[in-house]
């Protein structure tokens, strides 16, 4: 099947922070996203930025979509990340 337009979304950085999670000092790997509206596969509108973090100290995956959140202590933390991209 074949679509002339969509929204997509393209990795745009990734960073490793130190944070503090569950009283401990951590690693955690954080991935900025853009999201475009696309015609025939050419990004036209950016619609705005979306987070993912992973802690790998306790295995914890968050994505920034439509069905799941992030918790606003780690969403500020990827905003802070997200703002030299």
């Given at each position: 099947m074949f679509f002339i337009f969509g929204i997509n979304r393209k990795p745009i950085?990734?960073?490793n922070?130190?944070?503090y999670r569950n009283g401990f000092e951590?690693?955690?790997i954080i991935m900025i996203y853009r999201t475009?509206?696309?015609v025939f596969?050419?990004?036209l509108i950016p619609l705005g930025k979306r987070y993912s973090i992973y802690i790998p100290h306790s295995d914890e995956y968050f994505e920034q979509?439509?069905?799941s959140k992030i918790p606003e202590d780690l969403l500020k933390i990827c905003r802070d990340a997200g703002?030299?991209?």
């Open positions: 950085g990734k960073e922070r130190k944070i951590v690693n955690a475009y509206f696309e596969f050419i990004p979509n439509y069905f703002r030299m991209y």
